[in-house]
């Protein structure tokens, strides 16, 4: 049986930030709901792996670099589990000094992985850090990270 380990307390105080912000926005929807997509999603018409390519190529082109790329559905099916397959890229600026604020929204992750049948390339959107963490100010970076991600996003599945 796997080891339980608890989270560390910063994880829970973000947890708690993450829920009051959410619960914020939802009183300023109309419907109940919350008016902010959290993450940017498309769908492509290539291949799994050729949607890899794609967005490591998009990567680049928009002056990012992947850091590091996690296969989890890879990793998952050789421990003898079915899953999806499943790929992870952290990535960011190539030519960024990287420091506090920015650090907060990076490194940015996009998520590529089959679901009903077509390939998804997803990633967070940086702007949700704002307002996790308003005494930082993150809007104008984080909008132009944003905008580099969805670009890269949009690249990939074109």
């Known amino acids: 049986m796997p080891e339980v380990v608890a989270l560390p307390s910063h994880y829970l105080e973000l947890q708690n930030r993450i829920s009051l912000?959410?619960?914020g926005l939802v009183r300023e929807a109309?419907?109940?709901e919350c008016p902010v997509d959290y993450a940017y999603k498309r769908c492509g018409n290539r291949g799994f792996f050729d949607t890899l390519s794609a967005v490591e190529e998009?990567?680049?082109?928009?002056?990012f670099f992947v850091q590091r790329k996690y296969?989890?559905?890879?990793?998952?099916?050789?421990?003898?589990?079915?899953?999806?397959?499943?790929?992870?890229?952290?990535?960011?600026?190539?030519e960024e000094d990287v420091g506090t604020p920015l650090s907060l929204v990076l490194p940015c992750r996009i998520n590529v992985y089959e679901e009903d049948g077509a390939v998804v390339v997803a990633?967070?959107?940086?702007?949700?850090?704002?307002?996790?963490?308003?005494?930082?100010?993150l809007?104008?970076?984080?909008?132009?990270?944003?905008?580099?991600?969805?670009?890269?996003?949009?690249?990939?599945?074109?």
């Open 21 to 23: 912000t959410r619960k």
């Open 71 to 94: 296969d989890i559905g890879g990793t998952v099916v050789a421990k003898g589990f079915t899953i999806r397959p499943l790929v992870i890229m952290e990535v960011g600026p190539a």
């Open 30 to 32: 109309t419907n109940g």
């Open 139 to 158: 809007d104008e970076v984080a909008a132009e990270i944003e905008e580099t991600v969805v670009n890269i996003v949009d690249d990939a599945v074109r």
């Open 123 to 137: 990633a967070l959107r940086p702007t949700i850090f704002s307002a996790v963490y308003p005494e930082h100010r």
């Open 58 to 63: 998009a990567v680049c082109d928009h002056g």
